[in-house]
């Protein structure tokens, strides 16, 4: 296979911008197409029955750039609908936010009790706990859906006392349980990891699912011989179902960087 | 026409719940057909193209219940595509919450100046100031988008200290404009009515748009003669796009009563 051919990477929105720019750190020399389906985000509170649907049609999206592995960095698509995306790309790697975290995760706790927060449907379907339980049954898996994480991430409200107090009102219970570990299942949660991290606690080992799917894309692709030799950066290409008010600004909140030219599709 | 034929009423999701609410106060002996689009909701933070193209499907799909009026329940839609609604409806007639808002706030204000809140989009639109101003060109309309007031709605915290120190976060700038008015251009809002009128303080009339249209489409059927001469009340016959998680804890909590059937169409 030409290794020159991107990695794909999809999400509901703009959430997974939090996987390309851990998949820029940890590969930096490798083309990424990354596609938003902003039109029909959020995915979370949706039935299974749409989700599998939209899966389908994010991928097939990344298919017309040949990519050489396809990353998917939505944690509700992860959850329930992988093989929807395994059976639309051919015989190319997919891999998922959610194996991933939950691999990282049962590598990192000690006490096998592990805390999981995401949208309602990622908790709801708890796939996470799915996951870690056939890495190691005996780990404890403790969950809880945080619904407003991502819309005070979006507001940029990373530090205001709301934010704190919304993060109370989420993490108390979990904070209870005694985990020794907490995954971040959804990809916007980076951006409030600091709040998340102060409420949480000392002593908790805090596991991003965007890093840990970058070091699994990046074991993977050296195993099978297939990273990018050049050693040039790619700006990555762009491409969203519908532009969104304050895209810029939200870019820049995720990426830290300038918005490059996007492209519109349709789905 | 056939005054037992239904009101037909959408929007983005469910929100529009609060005009159903509405309309069956002021006139409680017609049929409601709702659509909600769920698979697609929020309409909020999406450009105006894919509005139009979503309002003229929403419009196909309550045409097939041969409605005797549709109200568009949805702000992003009255702001941005009522046109379209207008265009795929023949000649019935359509109202909006944003005009019938606007309407009844110009009634009220007495020292011309209001504020309104709404979504990105509304605000960005700048509608609600256009159809005022319309109204009477001397009025000072000062808007602020609030986004988190729906995700806290939805998440039931009417009364958490977070909900209100969000509410402080919106609307001290516009508390310190000197409105009397204040229009809460959002169907989710009237859930947070209580915190928003405590913030925003003694002294300002809060206009719910709900409340409004439904004021509005009684007059409206009423004048051409299309009240149903029906005493029987009837179950709103609700039609969502994708059936979401907490759906039904939704309902109760826009409506007050349990959820009754829900038919899903495909959009």
Redo the contacts between chains.
């Keep these: 296979m030409n290794t020159e051919r991107p990695i794909g990477i999809f999400d509901s929105g703009i959430g997974g911008l939090t996987v390309v720019k851990a998949i820029q750190a940890a590969l930096p020399f490798e083309r990424i197409v990354y596609f938003g389906d902003?039109?029909?985000v959020p995915y979370g509170?949706?039935?299974q029955i749409?989700i599998r649907k939209y899966a389908a049609d994010d991928t097939a999206i990344l298919m017309r750039y040949q990519p050489k592995m396809i990353i998917v960095a939505c944690n509700t698509v992860s959850a329930l609908a992988l093989d929807v995306v395994e059976k639309s790309s051919g015989n190319i790697p997919v891999i998922g936010v959610l194996k991933s975290g939950a691999i990282l995760a049962v590598q990192v706790t000690k006490n096998n009790r592990i805390g999981v927060i995401g949208t309602?449907?990622t908790v709801?379907s708890n796939a996470y706990a799915c996951a870690i339980n056939e890495l190691d049954a005996d780990i404890e898996v403790i969950s809880k859906a945080c619904?407003?994480f991502?819309?005070?991430a979006?507001?940029g409200?990373t530090s205001?006392?709301?934010t704190r107090?919304?993060a109370e009102?989420y993490l108390t219970e979990i904070r209870q349980q005694h985990i020794d570990t907490l995954v971040l299942g959804c990809t916007h949660y980076p951006i409030l990891r600091q709040v998340i991290e102060e409420t949480i606690g000392n002593g908790i080992s805090i596991i991003d699912s965007a890093e840990a799917v970058a070091i699994r894309a990046r074991a993977l692709l050296s195993d099978s011989g297939l990273l990018n030799r050049s050693q040039k950066a790619f700006i990555p290409h762009l491409l969203v179902s519908?532009?969104?008010?304050?895209f810029s600004v939200l870019y820049q909140l995720f990426m830290g960087s300038e918005q490059p030219d996007v492209d519109l599709v349709e789905v």
Tied chains: 1, 2.
Aim: aromatic letters at 0%.
């Design positions: 902003t039109a029909r509170p949706k039935s749409t309602q449907a709801c619904p407003l991502v819309p005070l979006e507001e409200l205001h006392s709301a107090l919304i009102h519908d532009l969104p008010q304050k």
